[in-house]
């Protein structure tokens, strides 16, 4: 079975700061990954997703991601976080052969940043 | 958009209760699933169903049933509601034929027993 694990439960930072939020998984075969997130009140919605191509990959509000194969990663990245980006993340990993693409999730890491 | 709509969003129920938690997705698609969501645990799968009237077990299915007779409805249900069931439940839906489609979220149910 496969499993997610998030380093970091919670992380606080200030305005301006470099964000970068672990994502570690377990399977063996092809993967794709996910990062999902959750504002204060809001649903959670996709942030960005790697299923095949360049390993580096672009979302909404100026994160990214990269999915390094040998490390069974998927790290998020952003350069300079803001107030707004205060929320839970999740990462999250599907098998391609798994029926009705059903994802499992790590455990979360609530990011707070500080004005 | 797509719209997935659970029927509740603050539930209260006494252990022992039947309890019927609803979603409702409107984008026609196949895949819908409940998790539960809980603080450092994350969001486990509970049960999903790829089609009508299927369904299939995810990480942590004893003490629920579902139920999809319609494409676009699918529903939980607490046979007998526990103080270890209180959580957050979140519904979802996505489109079938590739696993990497997203999955749409609902806006949660939070159910609390007593």
């Known amino acids: 079975a496969q499993s997610v694990s998030q380093h970091n439960h919670h992380v606080i930072l200030s305005e301006a700061a470099s964000l970068e939020l672990g994502c570690n998984y377990s399977?063996?075969?092809?993967?794709?990954l996910f990062w999902y997130v959750q504002y204060p009140g809001q649903h959670l919605q996709l942030l960005l997703k790697?299923?095949?191509?360049?390993?580096l990959v672009k979302g909404i509000k100026g994160f990214e991601a990269e999915f390094i194969k040998s490390k069974f990663s998927f790290n998020l990245r952003k350069p300079s976080v803001q107030w707004s980006d205060t929320a839970e993340y999740f990462c999250?990993?599907?098998?391609?052969?798994?029926?009705?693409?059903?994802?499992?999730f790590g455990g979360g890491t609530r990011v707070l940043v500080k004005p | 958009d797509v719209k997935v709509t659970q029927s509740s969003r603050y539930l209260v129920k006494r252990t022992g209760e039947k309890v019927f938690l609803e979603c409702v997705q409107d984008m026609d698609h196949e895949n819908m699933f409940w998790y539960r969501q809980d603080p450092g645990l994350g969001l486990r799968l509970i049960y999903f169903?790829?089609?009508?009237?299927?369904?299939e077990k995810g990480d942590i299915p004893e003490g629920y049933s579902v139920s999809r007779e319609k494409k676009e409805r699918f529903s939980l249900i607490l046979e007998s509601a526990s103080t270890n069931q209180t959580s957050m439940y979140l519904c979802?839906?996505?489109?079938?034929?590739?696993?990497?489609?997203?999955?749409?979220f609902g806006p949660g149910t939070r159910l609390t027993v007593l």
């Open positions: 999250a990993v599907s098998a391609p052969q798994a029926a009705g693409n059903k994802l499992t």
């Open positions: 399977y063996g075969g092809t993967v794709n």
């Open positions: 979802a839906s996505s489109l079938s034929g590739q696993a990497h489609n997203e999955q749409f």
């Open positions: 169903s790829y089609d009508v009237k299927m369904k």
């Open positions: 790697y299923f095949s191509g360049d390993p």
